[in-house]
């Protein structure tokens, strides 16, 4: 090993596998081998048995679908108001000065410190999970994309006025393609952690959803139901992002170049 | 011959330093002017004023009795950083002009892949500025510049970041370029050979605070063929812009010092 020396493509796939076959051996070792007890922590094959009575038996696919629909509503919603208010905080500096303090402050505030008034405000209906999503989510978008437009190299900005564009057509031809694929990065990322809002909003106040499934497991001590739930998080997410990326690929191809 | 661009007493202040003094500077059509100076004595701000992406803290600049008060695509530019759109195929960056000023796609199309055939680049048009190498990249934009039919093309070492032979056919292949359009050209250097092997006209400024000291007309025959470095017109002239170049040189180390 030198640092920072690539690793191969195929030595990398086997090295991110092995850590998962690490992972399930130490599991193993300390459930099968009793070092655990039963009630902490279940083990692999009863988490799988219970996962399939779940998905087979108890309409867990049903929360799956309603989780995943909640983040995407939540971070569409937000993604949605986010990009043109980030887009002109970026290329119009009154408009960041006015924004971006309380944008900057608003972003500091935990989204599930959130719930309990939103419950009060929106129920604990589908309204006050969006809101947990859209909250978590939209000021750091917001932020995020602002800078990202306002880094805008400037001789582009420059070349783009000596070719005759005026200031609309910067904003729609220069500063919006340049941080297209930068933007979408940050999107995925923030998908990301919508993720981690969605489960919290669901363990309060919920009737359906993963997060649901997982604090009725709770009361029942069921580990294994509750490991079998964070693992299909785990798995969504991890397939959520590899699609993100492919799209961001192929839809700025440019961007990969030189890298 | 009418002028076309007038500077008049232009200057400009930066806080409390004065990086250009009172320049005055007339430009005739079909001109090629080469600005040489040393390096922080205001050249490339008199070029920012005159493309408009810079103001003058007093004068003024007219293009074609208009005054200048912002950039516009009668002055194309081609800057010394790599400036294409790294989003748009080459084809594309030199349609963007064209494609602002909402002419049909097929017409753009038709000046763009001129303009390309010009700078050598046909075959290119689908490739991305980050495929080609920085003189390629630098023809582009040369393409694209020329493609908006300017009134004047405004240059700022556009060939700096290139390496040596890389230049010396780029100057060729400007110099080509502006024998068969005669578009009006402003040029700024540092290089003394490629100010004289292209210029109609010589301009040297002055050290911080930068003013015009020197001005001379090229005499060289055209087409001009690179050989014509070599020639005893060509060393003369050389020689006495090296000594005008070099006198400041000195002037602003000892300034700094």
């Known amino acids: 090993m030198k640092p920072l020396v690539p690793v191969a493509p195929g030595t990398r796939i086997v090295l991110g596998v092995a850590f998962f076959v690490v992972f399930v051996a130490a599991w193993c070792v300390a459930t099968f081998g009793g070092f655990v007890q039963k009630t902490f922590l279940a083990d692999p094959l009863l988490m799988l048995r219970s996962g399939w009575t779940l998905l087979a038996q108890m309409g867990f696919l049903g929360d799956i679908g309603m989780t995943v629909w909640r983040v995407l509503g939540g971070f569409v919603i937000a993604a949605l108001i986010a990009l043109p208010l980030g887009v002109a905080m970026g290329a119009y500096k009154p408009v960041e000065a006015f924004f971006e303090p309380f944008v900057s402050f608003a972003r500091y505030l935990p989204a599930s410190a959130f719930i309990p008034l939103l419950i009060l405000w929106a129920g604990i209906g589908e309204a006050q999970k969006l809101a947990v999503i859209f909250i978590g989510s939209f000021f750091n978008l917001v932020l995020m994309i602002a800078v990202i437009v306002g880094n805008t190299r400037r001789d582009l900005v420059e070349a783009a006025y000596t070719l005759g564009v005026g200031d609309r057509s910067l904003i729609r031809r220069v500063l919006i393609p340049g941080a297209a694929p930068e933007i979408a990065e940050t999107l995925r990322m923030v998908l990301g952690w919508a993720w981690t809002y969605v489960i919290v909003a669901e363990l309060i106040g919920a009737s359906s959803g993963i997060g649901h499934m997982i604090t009725d497991s709770q009361a029942l001590l069921a580990t294994d139901q509750i490991i079998f739930g964070i693992i299909v998080i785990g798995l969504i997410g991890l397939v959520s992002d590899l699609a993100f990326k492919w799209v961001n690929r192929r839809l700025f191809p440019w961007a990969q170049l030189g890298r | 011959?009418?002028?076309?661009?007038?500077?008049?007493?232009?200057?400009?202040?930066?806080?409390?330093?004065?990086?250009?003094?009172?320049?005055?500077?007339?430009?005739?059509?079909?001109?090629?002017?080469?600005?040489?100076?040393?390096?922080?004595?205001?050249?490339?701000?008199?070029?920012?004023?005159?493309?408009?992406?810079?103001?003058?803290?007093?004068?003024?600049?007219?293009?074609?009795?208009?005054?200048?008060?912002?950039?516009?695509?009668?002055?194309?530019?081609?800057?010394?950083?790599?400036?294409?759109?790294?989003?748009?195929?080459?084809?594309?960056?030199?349609?963007?002009?064209?494609?602002?000023?909402?002419?049909?796609?097929?017409?753009?199309?038709?000046?763009?892949?001129?303009?390309?055939?010009?700078?050598?680049?046909?075959?290119?048009?689908?490739?991305?500025?980050?495929?080609?190498?920085?003189?390629?990249?630098?023809?582009?934009?040369l393409a694209r510049a020329l493609a908006n039919q300017p009134r004047m093309l405004l240059m700022d070492e556009p060939f700096g970041a290139l390496d040596h032979q890389t230049r010396e056919l780029m100057q060729e292949l400007l110099l080509g370029i502006w024998e068969a359009e005669r578009t009006t050209v402003l040029f700024v250097t540092h290089?003394?050979?490629?100010?004289?092997?292209?210029?109609?006209?010589?301009?040297?400024?002055?050290?911080?605070?930068?003013?015009?000291?020197?001005?001379?007309?090229?005499?060289?025959?055209?087409?001009?063929?690179y050989a014509v470095k070599t020639t005893p017109e060509f060393t003369a002239l050389k020689a006495e812009l090296t000594e005008a170049v070099r006198a400041e040189v000195l002037a602003a180390q000892t300034a700094r010092a």
């Open chain 2, 191 to 225: 290089d003394i050979d490629e100010a004289v092997f292209m210029a109609s006209r010589v301009v040297v400024m002055s050290a911080r605070p930068g003013r015009i000291k020197l001005d001379r007309a090229v005499a060289l025959a055209h087409p001009r063929h």
């Open chain 2, 1 to 141: 011959m009418s002028s076309i661009l007038q500077v008049r007493g232009v200057e400009r202040r930066f806080d409390s330093t004065l990086a250009l003094q009172a320049t005055d500077l007339d430009v005739e059509e079909n001109d090629f002017i080469t600005i040489l100076g040393p390096s922080g004595c205001g050249k490339s701000t008199l070029l920012r004023i005159v493309a408009g992406l810079d103001r003058p803290t007093a004068g003024e600049v007219a293009l074609d009795g208009r005054r200048i008060d912002g950039p516009g695509a009668d002055r194309g530019m081609v800057f010394q950083s790599y400036t294409l759109f790294p989003w748009l195929t080459v084809r594309d960056n030199v349609c963007f002009g064209l494609r602002e000023r909402g002419l049909a796609r097929a017409q753009q199309l038709e000046i763009a892949d001129g303009y390309l055939a010009k700078v050598g680049l046909g075959g290119f048009e689908h490739h991305f500025p980050k495929q080609l190498s920085g003189g390629m990249q630098q023809r582009t934009a």
